[in-house]
């Protein structure tokens, strides 16, 4: 024991390098635990981008491109699927309820989403959240919307603006449909998913701005104004695709077999969550090299401790020499270094797992805001505790070889220094 | 006999020549030894043989009656801390320690000198200022300071009083002195003398400085007695 309070008192002689060393430990490993914390909550966070819906059912394809459109709003449906399909899908009788979704248009690069009120009762993100109208209320009348949080906060629009829906996905003069205005009358919290992005009107305006249309463009001469429209039958003769929520949860294979052998037309019903996970494992590649890059930053603060004791070892010899004088073992002068390694290896690494927290408690309100990612301030994983032992039995392997090598020292010195 | 070497024989390596040879030397207990030779004489070699940090390729070197050939490393290392004290010619002292801690460092590594040092005083810190009073340095002011402020005289003295402290039963000085003015030379060796003869400890005194040897009991040649002296070798 005497060995380590003689390392204490050496280190603290050498307080500054020290210092710098354990800094630089701290902070890789504060990278280094906050990317793999990070990491975990944006992929479950992804994971739960759409939760509590159980299926997604749209024109027959593959699970990831029905999910791209219809839940992240990118890329555009191979078919749509007929309001009868949805009406027998809906009258299904372990289907507790339907959203329709109806996508087709934007607004100044936002895709426009033409849905039901029940999209605000059902739709869930991030373990169960349901969506908020921080301003405003829902659609009520016919020509109104409700906007996601970054288009109200990029386009600068607030409750009871106009706005002009474009047909398509790309906003140009003559394919708008400015002879009917919308009218903003609500908007929703940040989410962190597709929904911020997302102008919501209802299923019923998208048919209006489209009566007097045919083919991805007005019919000549014919022209249905506004205040027309609403007189008309505006029951659409088509959907883009449909969320659906089962009565239980061991129901759905069972309704996803009935929607994907639907006889009268080609359907498909993809579970979101397997879905997720499928897409997540495409874009996940980067994840990983974030990790990566996190491994090497605490390979590199390692080895400026091994510079930092590789470099004191000479200025030490003479300190070893005496040690040895007095009676300590070459096996002390290892046991020196290496207590010296160790204690800075751990004192780094509870000192930048205290850098995180702090960082995560003073981060999350940011985070939460900016990303919609909840980063829970939860006790370390037992995968974090395992990469956090990793730092430190690394900590030590790279402390062992100055420990060597002055072990080496001294047996050759004995008790001259040969410097 | 305190030390008792015949036929000593030691090479670096196994093939390496020779660098040290002694038939004979023998060192009563209580004695003051002064071991004067040039360098390449072989003095630093005897000096790691006497305090087991290296061992007789052939013959023998018994240190109070313990051939330390025959003990393990380990236990040289243990033989060492319990039986001798160590002064060295210069930079004695760990810097990060404090006077005291630095008197109490054998203390650490000993558990026979902690129980000797203890016999004496009542507790060890007690004991290190009184060794270091009696080397003249006993202003608590001194005790306190950063030993790297210490004069080089005041260094050798409280590197004399940690040789000393627990009463090792020998004590190997190699060269304290060549750091010092030719008058605090004497000074210094008449304060190690008085200590040594107060609880009989054995001094081997290693110099090249003849001028030293009229205070000593008896003198030892080490050009004289190591037929293998090369002059370029273990300086």
């Given at each position: 024991?005497?060995?380590?309070?003689l390392?204490?008192?050496?280190?603290l002689?050498r307080?500054f390098?020290?210092m710098?060393?354990v800094?630089?430990i701290?902070?890789?490993?504060?990278?280094?635990?906050?990317?793999?914390?990070l990491?975990?909550?944006?992929?479950?966070?992804?994971?739960?981008t759409?939760?509590?819906?159980d299926?997604?059912?749209g024109?027959r394809?593959?699970?990831?491109?029905?999910?791209?459109?219809?839940?992240?709003?990118i890329?555009?449906?191979?078919?749509?699927?007929?309001?009868?399909?949805?009406q027998?899908?809906?009258?299904h009788?372990?289907?507790k309820?339907t959203?329709?979704?109806s996508?087709?248009?934007s607004?100044?690069?936002?895709?426009v989403?033409?849905?039901?009120?029940?999209?605000?009762?059902?739709?869930r993100?991030?373990?169960?959240?349901?969506?908020?109208?921080?301003?405003?209320?829902?659609?009520?009348?016919?020509?109104d919307a409700?906007?996601?949080a970054e288009?109200?906060e990029r386009?600068?629009?607030?409750v009871?603006?106009?706005?002009?829906?474009a047909?398509?996905?790309s906003?140009?003069?003559?394919?708008r449909h400015?002879?009917?205005?919308?009218?903003v009358?609500?908007?929703l919290?940040?989410?962190g998913t597709p929904?911020?992005?997302?102008?919501?009107?209802?299923?019923e305006?998208?048919?209006?701005?489209?009566?007097?249309?045919?083919?991805?463009a007005?019919?000549?001469g014919v022209s249905?104004s506004a205040?027309?429209?609403?007189?008309?039958d505006?029951?659409?003769n088509?959907?883009?695709?449909?969320?659906v929520?089962?009565?239980?949860?061991v129901a759905?294979?069972?309704?996803?077999?009935?929607?994907?052998d639907?006889?009268?037309?080609?359907?498909?019903?993809?579970?979101?969550?397997a879905?997720?996970?499928?897409?997540?494992e495409?874009?996940?590649?980067?994840?990983?090299?974030?990790?990566?890059?996190?491994?090497?930053?605490?390979?590199?603060?390692?080895?400026?401790?091994?510079?930092?004791?590789?470099?004191?070892l000479n200025?030490?010899?003479?300190?070893?020499?005496?040690?040895r004088?007095?009676g300590?073992?070459?096996?002390?002068?290892?046991?020196?270094?290496?207590?010296?390694?160790g204690?800075?290896?751990?004192?780094g690494?509870?000192?930048?797992?205290a850098?995180?927290?702090l960082l995560l408690?003073?981060?999350?309100?940011?985070i939460?805001s900016r990303?919609?990612?909840?980063?829970g301030i939860?006790?370390?994983?037992?995968?974090e505790w395992t990469?956090?032992?990793?730092?430190?039995t690394?900590?030590?392997?790279?402390?062992?070889?100055?420990s060597?090598?002055?072990?080496?020292l001294s047996?050759a010195d004995g008790?001259?220094?040969r410097? | 006999?305190?030390?008792?070497?015949?036929?000593l024989?030691?090479?670096?390596?196994?093939?390496?020549?020779?660098?040290l040879?002694?038939?004979?030397?023998?060192v009563?207990?209580?004695?003051c030894?002064f071991?004067?030779?040039?360098s390449?004489?072989g003095?630093?070699?005897?000096?790691?043989?006497l305090?087991?940090?290296?061992?007789?390729?052939a013959?023998t070197v018994?240190?109070?009656?313990?051939?330390l050939?025959r003990?393990?490393?380990?236990?040289?290392?243990?033989?060492?801390?319990?039986?001798?004290?160590?002064?060295?010619?210069m930079?004695n002292?760990?810097?990060?320690l404090?006077?005291?801690?630095n008197v109490l460092?054998?203390?650490?590594f000993?558990?026979?000198?902690?129980g000797?040092?203890l016999a004496?005083?009542?507790d060890l810190?007690?004991?290190?200022?009184?060794?270091?009073?009696?080397?003249?340095?006993?202003?608590?002011?001194?005790?306190r300071r950063a030993v790297?402020?210490?004069?080089?005289?005041?260094q050798?003295r409280?590197?004399?009083?940690r040789a000393l402290?627990?009463?090792?039963e020998l004590?190997?000085?190699?060269?304290p002195?060549?750091?010092?003015d030719?008058?605090?030379?004497?000074s210094f060796?008449?304060?190690?003398?008085d200590?040594?003869?107060?609880?009989?400890?054995?001094?081997i005194?290693?110099?090249?400085?003849?001028?030293?040897?009229?205070l000593?009991d008896?003198?030892?040649?080490l050009?004289?007695?190591?037929?293998?002296?090369?002059?370029?070798?273990?300086?």
């Amino acid at each position: 024991m005497a060995i380590f309070a003689l390392a204490w008192q050496s280190l603290l002689n050498r307080r500054f390098t020290a210092m710098l060393t354990v800094v630089s430990i701290a902070l890789s490993v504060t990278l280094l635990v906050g990317v793999e914390r990070l990491r975990t909550e944006a992929r479950l966070s992804f994971a739960n981008t759409l939760s509590g819906t159980d299926l997604i059912v749209g024109a027959r394809s593959g699970p990831v491109q029905l999910l791209l459109y219809s839940v992240f709003r990118i890329g555009d449906a191979t078919n749509n699927i007929s309001w009868k399909s949805y009406q027998d899908i809906a009258a299904h009788p372990l289907v507790k309820w339907t959203v329709p979704v109806s996508l087709g248009d934007s607004h100044r690069g936002f895709r426009v989403l033409g849905t039901t009120s029940a999209y605000f009762d059902h739709y869930r993100y991030a373990r169960d959240r349901a969506l908020v109208i921080t301003d405003g209320r829902r659609f009520a009348d016919l020509y109104d919307a409700v906007l996601g949080a970054e288009v109200a906060e990029r386009l600068g629009y607030r409750v009871n603006d106009p706005i002009v829906v474009a047909h398509g996905a790309s906003d140009v003069r003559f394919a708008r449909h400015d002879d009917k205005p919308f009218r903003v009358v609500g908007i929703l919290a940040r989410t962190g998913t597709p929904v911020d992005r997302t102008v919501h009107v209802g299923l019923e305006a998208i048919e209006a701005i489209h009566i007097d249309w045919q083919s991805g463009a007005p019919i000549p001469g014919v022209s249905v104004s506004a205040e027309q429209a609403r007189k008309l039958d505006l029951t659409p003769n088509a959907i883009t695709a449909a969320l659906v929520g089962l009565k239980s949860k061991v129901a759905t294979f069972r309704v996803q077999r009935f929607v994907n052998d639907y006889p009268e037309e080609p359907l498909s019903a993809i579970l979101p969550g397997a879905a997720l996970s499928q897409l997540w494992e495409l874009i996940g590649i980067a994840e990983n090299a974030l990790l990566i890059v996190s491994v090497f930053v605490v390979v590199v603060g390692l080895f400026g401790m091994l510079t930092a004791l590789l470099t004191s070892l000479n200025e030490r010899r003479r300190e070893m020499a005496i040690l040895r004088s007095v009676g300590a073992r070459p096996g002390h002068v290892f046991a020196l270094i290496m207590g010296e390694a160790g204690f800075l290896t751990l004192l780094g690494s509870v000192v930048g797992l205290a850098l995180l927290y702090l960082l995560l408690l003073a981060g999350q309100p940011v985070i939460e805001s900016r990303f919609g990612i909840f980063i829970g301030i939860s006790a370390l994983s037992s995968h974090e505790w395992t990469l956090l032992s990793a730092v430190v039995t690394a900590g030590f392997v790279v402390g062992g070889i100055p420990s060597y090598r002055a072990y080496r020292l001294s047996l050759a010195d004995g008790l001259s220094v040969r410097v | 006999m305190i030390i008792d070497i015949r036929q000593l024989e030691f090479r670096w390596q196994a093939d390496s020549t020779t660098v040290l040879s002694i038939a004979s030397l023998e060192v009563a207990k209580g004695e003051c030894l002064f071991v004067k030779g040039p360098s390449g004489s072989g003095k630093s070699t005897l000096l790691s043989l006497l305090a087991g940090v290296t061992t007789a390729s052939a013959g023998t070197v018994r240190v109070m009656d313990q051939p330390l050939e025959r003990l393990g490393s380990v236990q040289r290392d243990h033989f060492r801390a319990d039986h001798i004290g160590y002064i060295f010619q210069m930079f004695n002292l760990i810097p990060y320690l404090s006077v005291i801690d630095n008197v109490l460092l054998p203390c650490r590594f000993s558990a026979r000198r902690r129980g000797q040092a203890l016999a004496r005083a009542k507790d060890l810190e007690t004991e290190a200022r009184r060794l270091l009073g009696h080397l003249d340095l006993d202003h608590p002011e001194l005790h306190r300071r950063a030993v790297t402020t210490l004069s080089v005289g005041q260094q050798q003295r409280v590197a004399a009083a940690r040789a000393l402290m627990g009463t090792p039963e020998l004590l190997i000085a190699d060269e304290p002195t060549s750091s010092l003015d030719t008058d605090r030379r004497e000074s210094f060796i008449r304060l190690l003398f008085d200590e040594c003869r107060e609880v009989g400890t054995t001094l081997i005194f290693v110099s090249h400085d003849a001028s030293l040897e009229k205070l000593f009991d008896r003198t030892v040649d080490l050009a004289e007695i190591n037929c293998h002296a090369t002059g370029t070798v273990g300086a």
